[in-house]
């Protein structure tokens, strides 16, 4: 979770040096779709096997033993089965969210500052 904050904080502030031109919408909408499709591809592996020992109705196998599986029996295109559907979920998905929550807290003048300060 951190790096997907991280990532998105990154994109925020390289929208904001370099397109002043954008809304502020706008921007938490790109950086936020950035960290999106940042997240899909960290993740999709993981889940995509995750997801496939959830499926084998019979004698589970190690993770191992399922990735050998995938690439003998599809090769490596076998790998990126759902591989666009994750992207297209994550990428707007977490675009939007990012611009609802950052519209949130505008409304309710909430600052990062303030949310690291109750912290401690």
Same mark, same amino acid.
């Given at each position: 979770?951190? @790096?997907? %904050? /991280? &990532? @998105?904080?990154?994109?925020?502030?390289? +929208?904001?040096?370099?397109?002043?031109? $954008?809304?502020? *919408?706008?921007?938490?909408? $790109? =950086? /936020?779709? !950035?960290?999106?499709?940042? #997240?899909? *591809?960290?993740?999709?592996? !993981?889940? %995509? +096997?995750?997801?496939?020992? #959830?499926?084998?109705?019979?004698?589970?196998?190690?993770?191992?033993?399922?990735?050998?599986?995938?690439?003998? $029996?599809?090769?490596?295109?076998? %790998? +990126?089965?759902?591989? #666009?559907? *994750?992207?297209? &979920? !994550?990428?707007?998905? +977490?675009?939007?969210? !990012?611009?609802?929550?950052?519209?949130?807290?505008? #409304?309710? @003048?909430?600052?990062?500052?303030?949310?690291? &300060?109750? =912290?401690?």
């Amino acid at each position: 979770m951190r @790096r997907l %904050f /991280g &990532s @998105r904080e990154w994109a925020t502030k390289k +929208l904001e040096e370099k397109h002043t031109d $954008l809304g502020v *919408n706008t921007k938490m909408f $790109l =950086a /936020g779709a !950035f960290a999106g499709v940042w #997240q899909a *591809n960290a993740t999709f592996l !993981f889940d %995509f +096997l995750k997801v496939r020992k #959830q499926y084998i109705k019979t004698k589970p196998r190690s993770y191992t033993a399922e990735i050998r599986h995938i690439y003998r $029996l599809e090769g490596l295109r076998g %790998f +990126l089965k759902g591989y #666009q559907a *994750n992207l297209i &979920s !994550f990428g707007p998905g +977490l675009g939007y969210y !990012f611009m609802f929550y950052e519209g949130c807290k505008r #409304q309710m @003048r909430v600052s990062d500052a303030d949310k690291e &300060s109750a =912290a401690y």
